[in-house]
């Protein structure tokens, strides 16, 4: 319950932060200044700054530091409206060019702004994480919200991209195949 190396990479992360809510999921650590707005890191994906969320919840869950979750909640707060600000009406994410890296990508380049299913697992992820973080400080309104939000994109999520004939997600909108990375987050989440 007392490491610092794992209170120490959640703060490293919530320091790089960009003031509209990015955050850099792969930050060097020896930045002594946060990063500006329109600067996305050595990867540039907003699937990777939205693990902030999951990574704070299960560092929480192993360690019980809710001084540690306090101080980083703002951040938390923040990165959730940036990727709320960067969804469709029905919630999906709706990826841009400039942070368009993701897990699927072999190639790991920008490119790819279709709605994928894993990111939009991965967002409903958070939602849960950050209604339950905000449950447990006791911030009562950003647990209603969150958990309105998690509701609207799961229905989305099923609506979009399940496929019931055959039993699984699939990859986006351009790409109705098996979502290898999707199904596994499903699974795990």
Known sequence: GNDPYMRGSVNILGFNQTPSGYVH???YAECSVPPSDGEYGPFQSDEFAAWFVPV???YYLYSGDAATVRGLYPNVRKL???LFAHTAKDGTFVHRLETSKHACACDLKLGDTS???YMDILLWKCC???AALAADIGIAQDRELFMGKAAMLES???LHFWNG???FFMISDRNRGFGFEANALALAV
């Open 80 to 82: 959730m409206d940036y």
């Open 56 to 58: 704070l919840y299960d």
């Open 165 to 167: 004939r055959e039993g």
């Open 156 to 158: 989305a999520i099923r």
């Open 25 to 27: 999921a792969c930050p």
């Open 128 to 130: 849960r994480d950050a």
């Open 115 to 117: 709605h994928r299913s």
